[in-house]
């Protein structure tokens, strides 16, 4: 009797709890190492090829300790890029809202699960084995099973809160987090047309995860960092397995190349340049939205002393309600912020120019009928007009996008 209380104390292991905790850190972490090396990076993106070894011990890790089948995954996310912060995107919070995604991520992902026409359009290439058809996908439930026996054997009663934690592990971090405040709170390198952000330092508890607005900016790289503070411990496992010949990186986000100052003064745009611009346009946007937001406040300063008091309509109160939606897409705004928007702008002035100049920029690589040619006539036109603007920050911007080099 004494022996099986003992077992039901501590299990197998009869471990302190300090040690129960710290293992229970290290599996959650497997299972956050499985996903974003296994189901993100190599198989949802394809940035990476696993050696076979390797790859299966993701599957059956995920499968006892998530319960999640790869095709269903893989679908779900290739479908919030494709459908990203629009009607169709499973788990957008521009969609559903924040505390939707927040709290029930996991709901959605269940849900959108149960579409035929988002696995068959969007899960090709994935496992197809017999140990997928027959066990890890029709037999999902009973991995988390088999997960809850071995933490009550190895931790007796304690191993049902080890499960419990597994269990929350992926859908409070994942589905909630990455997918919920990564679209909402943090920092932002690229201005990808979405919301998502980069929420550091949070990095070693989702594996870079946390890098989401540097991933949608690149999504098939397997490297998710970009600058130099930035520490992508997933990228770091992907190092070591391809050290061991484990693995094999296929795509990494391009780095930035400029020509020296003097070469661009000296030479005509080239298709190089109209390359490095169209590879790095993210990046090129978001030193765009820096003189947006700078032009916005010197005319909300210049208004100021004319503005009308009480007067909720007049186009200082405007522009202060409204200038950080200035520049953003129209796919991330509501439709009385956009009314508004266009009122401001309405008029011509600094702003208006500065605007529309961004618009047309957008345009040269939004282009999908354009040739080379075409293209390149259309960024030369729009340096030279920049340069011809009367807006210091926007000819300083057009010399250096001359300096863009593939």
Same mark, same amino acid.
């Given at each position: =009797?004494?022996?099986f209380?003992n077992?039901?104390g501590?299990?197998?292991?009869?471990?302190?709890?300090?040690?129960?905790?710290?293992?229970?850190?290290?599996?959650?972490?497997?299972?956050?190492?499985?996903?974003?090396?296994?189901?993100?990076?190599?198989?949802?993106h394809?940035?990476?090829?696993?050696?076979?070894?390797? =790859?299966h011990?993701?599957?059956?890790?995920?499968?006892?300790?998530?319960?999640m @089948?790869?095709k269903?995954?893989v679908?779900?996310?290739?479908?919030?890029?494709?459908?990203?912060?629009?009607?169709?995107d499973?788990h957008?919070?521009?969609?559903?809202?924040?505390?939707?995604?927040?709290?029930?991520?996991?709901?959605?992902?269940?849900?959108?699960?149960t579409?035929?026409?988002?696995?068959?359009?969007?899960?090709?290439g994935?496992?197809?084995?017999?140990?997928?058809r027959n066990?890890?996908?029709?037999?999902?439930?009973?991995?988390?099973m088999?997960?809850?026996?071995?933490?009550?054997?190895?931790?007796?009663?304690?191993?049902?809160? @080890?499960w419990?934690?597994?269990?929350?592990?992926?859908?409070?971090?994942?589905?909630? @987090? @990455?997918?919920?405040?990564?679209?909402?709170?943090?920092?932002?390198?690229?201005?990808?047309?979405?919301t998502?952000?980069?929420?550091i330092?949070?990095?070693?508890?989702?594996?870079g995860?946390?890098?989401h607005?540097?991933?949608?900016?690149?999504?098939?790289?397997?490297k998710?960092s970009?600058k130099?503070?930035?520490f992508?411990?997933g990228?770091?496992y992907?190092?070591?397995?391809r050290?061991?010949?484990?693995?094999?990186?296929?795509k990494?986000?391009?780095?930035?190349?400029?020509?020296?100052?003097?070469?661009?003064n000296?030479?005509?745009?080239?298709?190089?340049t109209l390359q490095g611009?169209?590879?790095?346009?993210?990046?090129?946007?978001?030193?765009?939205a820096?003189?947006?937001s700078?032009?916005?406040?010197?005319?909300?300063a210049r208004?100021?002393?004319?503005?009308?008091?009480?007067d909720p309509?007049?186009k200082?109160?405007?522009?202060?309600?409204?200038?950080?939606?200035i520049?953003?897409?129209?796919?991330?705004?509501?439709?009385?912020?956009?009314a508004?928007?266009?009122?401001?702008?309405?008029?011509?002035?600094?702003?208006?120019?500065?605007?529309?100049?961004?618009?047309?920029?957008?345009?040269?690589?939004?282009?999908?009928?354009?040739?080379?040619?075409?293209?390149?006539?259309?960024?030369?036109?729009?340096?030279?007009?920049?340069?011809?603007?009367?807006?210091?920050s926007?000819?300083?911007?057009?010399?250096?996008?001359?300096?863009?080099?593939?």
């Amino acid at each position: =009797m004494q022996t099986f209380l003992n077992f039901l104390g501590g299990g197998l292991l009869q471990l302190s709890w300090w040690k129960v905790v710290l293992i229970t850190l290290v599996l959650t972490h497997i299972t956050i190492a499985s996903v974003t090396i296994f189901l993100h990076r190599s198989q949802a993106h394809r940035g990476l090829d696993l050696h076979p070894a390797v =790859m299966h011990f993701f599957r059956f890790w995920l499968w006892l300790t998530t319960g999640m @089948v790869t095709k269903e995954w893989v679908s779900i996310h290739r479908k919030h890029h494709a459908r990203c912060e629009r009607e169709g995107d499973p788990h957008s919070p521009v969609v559903f809202g924040l505390g939707a995604v927040f709290f029930r991520g996991a709901e959605l992902y269940r849900q959108e699960a149960t579409n035929p026409d988002t696995l068959k359009r969007f899960g090709h290439g994935t496992p197809d084995d017999w140990m997928e058809r027959n066990v890890y996908s029709r037999h999902n439930l009973v991995g988390i099973m088999i997960m809850l026996a071995i933490d009550i054997a190895l931790f007796g009663l304690e191993g049902l809160a @080890v499960w419990a934690v597994q269990m929350a592990w992926i859908p409070f971090w994942a589905a909630g @987090v @990455v997918n919920g405040i990564g679209h909402a709170l943090g920092y932002r390198n690229f201005a990808s047309p979405d919301t998502s952000t980069n929420i550091i330092p949070i990095g070693i508890i989702i594996g870079g995860e946390e890098l989401h607005n540097n991933h949608h900016a690149y999504g098939t790289s397997a490297k998710f960092s970009s600058k130099w503070y930035e520490f992508d411990l997933g990228w770091v496992y992907i190092s070591i397995l391809r050290f061991f010949g484990l693995a094999k990186v296929k795509k990494v986000a391009p780095k930035l190349r400029l020509q020296p100052e003097k070469a661009a003064n000296s030479l005509d745009i080239s298709l190089a340049t109209l390359q490095g611009v169209i590879t790095h346009r993210y990046e090129i946007l978001a030193r765009y939205a820096d003189i947006i937001s700078s032009t916005a406040k010197e005319e909300i300063a210049r208004l100021r002393p004319a503005i009308k008091e009480n007067d909720p309509n007049c186009k200082w109160s405007l522009l202060s309600r409204c200038g950080d939606w200035i520049g953003r897409g129209d796919e991330v705004l509501e439709p009385e912020q956009r009314a508004e928007l266009e009122s401001v702008l309405h008029e011509e002035g600094k702003l208006s120019t500065v605007v529309r100049m961004q618009v047309e920029l957008s345009r040269i690589w939004e282009s999908s009928s354009a040739s080379s040619e075409q293209l390149l006539a259309d960024l030369r036109a729009w340096c030279q007009r920049a340069q011809q603007s009367g807006i210091d920050s926007l000819e300083q911007f057009a010399q250096r996008l001359r300096r863009y080099a593939a």
